[in-house]
C-alpha cells in the first residue's frame, strides 16, 4: 500500500440547504450538521495530462472522512521518472529498438483495474522517459518492452523499484540492452492437414501456459505453411504453449491448436522445430438455428442480434496425439430469429458435440443460455432454440420525504469482479441495460438470472447522491418496493501539490467499497467498488463531492 506519509488527509465542512420536490432532494447540508452514512470509501485523483511530468496520481484503498472536520484535502507527490535507453545487441550489430515502454502495477485498491503507465521509444536515439506514481517499499513495477514489429523481438518483462526515501531523486535510471534476435532461441515448424497439405493463415505465438503472456514474437504462416519465432531469453518455465491460431485467410473449418512444448533442449544452432497437424475432420456443413422466446403475453417471438458461439472440442484422442484442437464458430441472429453458421457435422464414429453460448441484446426480453448441442451429419435446419424471459425488477425510488424521484438512472452490475471479467468473448457477455425512473419514481428492467449491484444515479442537477444496492439476488421476478435514496452531504476537498499549491483541473473519484472485501482476495468473492462521487477540482484546487447523508430508515424501504 502507497505510504500515507505522501498525503494529508482531512475533512472540514460546513453549511446547509434545503429544497423540496417530487424530482429534487427533500434536503442537502454538510457535516456536522448532517452525518455521513456509514460506508467504506476508496480514492483515485489524477492530475490532468499536462501534470504529468510535475505531479503523479493516487489510488488509496481506504480514506476516512471526519464528520466534525472542514476539508477533505488531498496532496499529491511529484512522479518517479524511469528514464533509460533500449538498444538490441551489442557493439557494431547494436540497433535501436522502435516500440514502447509500458510499467504496470496493482492498483491499491482491489477490484480496481491496474494501473498503466506508456511512453514510446525515441526512434533515433531508444531512449525513454515514462513518470509513474511512487511506490510503496517492497512494491515493484513491471516493465515491458514491447516492439512495434511483433514479428521481430519477443516482448521483455523487467521489474522496476520506484519506491521513495527521504534524500532520494525521485528517478530511477534504467537502461535495457536487449539481446541480438539472431542469438535467441528459434522455435519454427510447419502447420499441415493430416496428409500434409499446408495450412496457411494461422498465427502462432508461444505462450506462459500460467498467465497466458506472450513469450515470443508472432507469426503467420505462409503458402507453405511455415512459421518461424524468436523465444525470449527470461522465461517462468521452460515448458511454454505453443498455439496457432486461424485467422480470416485461414482455410473455412481450421480449428485452433495447442500444444505443450518443452524449450531447454535447443539443438547446438539454438533451434527447436515444432510441427502441428490438424486432426482428420470432415469439411464444414452450413446449419442454421431459430432463436425464439414465449414473451409475457404468452406469443413466440424471435430474438433478434443474439451473439451465438458454437465451441467443439476437436482433438484426435485416438492417436494420442499431444495437440489440443478446439472448433469455434460465431454468428448473430437476424431479424426472423435465425442463426446461419458452418460447423464441423457428426459422422459415423463421431458425435460432435459443441457448447452453445446464446446471448441477446440488453434491450431483449429474454435471457441469455449456454447448453450443449450436436451437430446434424448434413446440413440444414437444426433443432430449435428456445430462451426462458428474463427475470423482471421492479420498484420505487423515494425521497427522505417519501415522495417519488423521477429521472433516476437504474444500473445494473455485476456484484464480482470474476462475473465482469470472465467472459472470453461476446457471447459470453451478460448484456446489461440501465433504465430510468418515471414521473412515479417506477422503474422496470429486465436482467439474466444472476446477482447483480444496482445503481441508483441520480442527475447532477439534483444535488443527490449515487447509492448502491449490493449482492442482490435475481432468480424470478424481484420487487424491490420503495428505494430510499437518501439526501446528500457534501464533501468539499482541496487538492494541492507538494508545496502546498492548488492544483486546478485535477480528476478526483471516491469509490464505495464493500465491507466483504476484507476478508477476500479473489476475483470470484470480490466485489467491484462502485463509483460513490466524482468532479474536477478548480482554479483554487477545491472540487465539490456528494456523499449520502445518514437518515432514519423509512418503513418498507431498502
Not at 24 to 38: H, K, N, R, V, Y
Not at 70 to 87: M, Y
Not at 409 to 437: E, F, M, Y
Not at 530 to 558: C, K, Y
Amino acid at each position: 500500500m502507497m505510504r500515507l506519509s505522501l498525503f494529508a488527509l482531512m475533512v472540514t465542512l460546513a453549511g446547509c440547504s434545503a429544497g423540496s420536490s417530487a424530482a429534487a432532494p427533500t434536503m442537502s447540508c454538510s457535516p456536522p450538521a448532517c452525518q455521513l452514512e456509514s460506508q467504506l470509501l476508496a480514492l483515485e485523483v489524477t492530475p490532468a495530462p499536462n501534470q504529468a511530468l510535475m505531479l503523479s496520481d493516487v489510488d488509496l484503498a481506504s480514506v476516512t472522512v471526519d464528520p466534525s472536520s472542514g476539508l477533505l484535502q488531498v496532496q499529491l507527490p511529484a512522479p518517479v521518472i524511469i528514464s533509460g535507453k533500449v538498444t538490441v545487441g551489442q557493439g557494431a550489430r547494436a540497433t535501436i529498438l522502435n516500440g514502447a515502454v509500458v510499467a504496470t502495477r496493482a492498483s491499491h485498491i482491489f477490484g480496481r483495474p491496474d494501473k498503466f503507465y506508456q511512453t514510446a521509444l525515441d526512434n533515433p536515439t531508444g531512449t525513454y522517459s515514462l513518470p509513474v506514481s511512487p511506490t510503496a517499499p517492497g512494491e515493484l513495477y513491471q516493465l515491458r518492452i514491447v516492439s512495434s514489429d511483433s514479428s521481430h523481438y519477443p516482448p521483455q518483462l523487467f521489474t522496476v523499484d520506484a519506491s521513495i526515501t527521504p534524500g532520494t531523486p525521485l528517478a530511477v535510471h534504467f537502461d535495457l540492452q536487449l539481446d541480438d534476435p539472431m542469438t535467441l532461441t528459434q522455435i519454427s515448424g510447419l502447420v499441415t492437414d493430416l496428409v500434409g497439405s499446408p495450412v496457411p493463415g494461422m498465427q502462432v505465438q508461444a505462450v506462459d501456459p500460467t498467465s497466458k503472456n506472450v513469450l515470443s514474437t508472432t507469426a503467420i504462416t505462409d503458402g507453405t505453411g511455415a512459421y518461424a519465432l524468436r523465444l525470449s531469453k527470461k522465461l517462468p518455465a521452460q515448458m511454454v504453449q505453443l498455439s496457432a491460431t486461424p485467422t480470416a485467410t485461414a482455410p473455412m473449418g481450421t480449428p485452433a491448436l495447442q500444444v505443450p512444448l518443452d524449450v531447454s533442449h535447443a539443438s547446438a544452432a539454438n533451434t527447436i522445430t515444432a510441427n502441428l497437424a490438424t486432426p482428420p475432420l470432415p469439411a464444414t456443413q452450413r446449419f442454421t438455428y431459430r432463436v425464439s422466446g414465449v414473451g409475457s403475453s404468452g406469443a413466440e417471438m424471435p430474438v433478434v442480434n443474439a451473439s451465438c458461439q458454437f465451441t467443439a472440442f476437436v482433438s484426435d484422442v485416438k492417436s494420442g496425439s499431444p495437440v489440443t484442437a478446439v472448433f469455434q464458430a460465431s454468428a448473430d441472429t437476424t431479424a426472423d430469429g435465425t442463426v446461419t453458421v458452418d460447423l464441423i457435422p457428426s459422422d459415423a464414429k463421431t458425435s460432435r458435440d459443441y457448447q452453445v453460448t446464446v446471448s441477446p441484446p440488453s434491450t431483449s426480453d429474454f435471457q441469455g443460455a449456454s447448453f450443449t448441442m450436436t451437430a446434424g451429419t448434413t446440413d440444414g435446419f437444426g433443432p430449435p432454440v428456445t430462451l426462458l424471459l428474463r427475470p423482471q425488477v421492479s420498484g420505487r425510488v423515494i425521497d427522505a420525504n417519501s415522495q417519488p424521484i423521477k429521472n433516476v438512472t437504474i444500473l445494473p452490475g455485476p456484484s464480482t469482479v470474476a462475473a465482469a471479467l470472465n467472459a472470453t468473448s461476446l457471447a459470453d457477455l451478460v448484456k446489461l441495460s440501465p433504465t430510468s425512473t418515471d414521473s412515479a419514481g417506477r422503474f422496470v428492467l429486465r436482467v439474466d438470472s444472476g446477482t447483480y449491484d444496482f445503481g441508483l444515479i441520480p442527475l447532477s442537477a439534483m444535488m443527490l447522491p449515487r447509492k448502491w444496492l449490493g449482492g442482490t439476488m435475481v432468480t424470478d421476478d424481484l420487487t424491490l418496493g420503495d428505494v430510499l435514496l437518501p439526501p446528500g452531504a457534501m464533501v468539499h476537498a482541496i487538492v494541492t501539490d507538494p508545496s502546498g499549491n492548488a492544483v486546478a483541473a485535477a480528476s478526483v473519484q471516491l469509490y464505495s467499497i464493500s465491507p466483504t472485501n476484507g476478508t477476500c482476495s479473489e476475483n470470484a468473492c470480490l466485489a467491484p467498488p462502485r463509483l460513490a462521487a466524482e468532479g474536477t477540482s478548480d482554479a483554487g484546487g477545491s472540487v465539490g463531492l456528494l456523499l449520502p447523508a445518514e437518515t432514519a430508515p423509512l418503513a418498507n424501504t431498502r
